[in-house]
């Protein structure tokens, strides 16, 4: 036997993930009638930036932006020249998680100043990606694209939403950072982060430990729990 077969099997790397939500105090992240909420205020808005200033990369659904239309920036100039100072763009890229890769044109997302990338998780077609977006990258499974996603130099990954792609990381307990901010609504309805059938990886269930709680202004509350350091997660 080789000593590259008798060699014990290394994970793949991928990214580290964090998702970052604004969410209710029922836990719900738009009105029970459904659409685009803007939950949060000005210290959610800085502790967002914040995280976005963190990450390489954003992964954001395709419902999501056609709910919203565009996705979030960093505004504040001493973020933003933080990461000049790195080496790293003024913001991170843009990741659309599409099964069609179809999204309309006319959305403020494809005027926004940032790369564009696609995950798409339908057969992908050959030539180049749809037109707004600078790279095209196959969703076979949520392994397979974070590993291919690291080995292009996306080591923090932001989350951004919606609920299903929360939903679909959680069932891989792939998801290593909650960062919530606790919004003083009550919304009621069935529009929670998780959705009511979402099925959360055994091994997610428990274990998270919280590494960060925030009194912000307007009686916002920040919470940031962690699963312990996951094998294969990029340091």
Known sequence: MSPAAAAPHQPAVRPELRLVLAVSLDGRLAPAEGGAA???GAADRQVLEEALAWADAVLVGAE???QHGSTCLIHRP???EARRRQGCSAQPIAIAVSRSGRLPSTL???RQPLARWLLQ???IPLGP???????????DSWRQALAALAALGQRRIVVLGGARLAAALAAEDLLDELQLTVCPRLLGGSHGWLPAEARVAPQARAGWRLVE???LPGHELLLRWRRPEAQGVTS
């Open 129 to 139: 990606p749809p037109e707004g977006f600078h790279l095209r990258l196959p969703l």
């Open 64 to 66: 999501t932006l056609r």
């Open 78 to 80: 001493p973020l933003i």
């Open 108 to 110: 403020a997302f494809f």
């Open 121 to 123: 998780a339908a057969p």
């Open 38 to 40: 803007q939950l949060g």
């Open 213 to 215: 709680h925030r009194a």
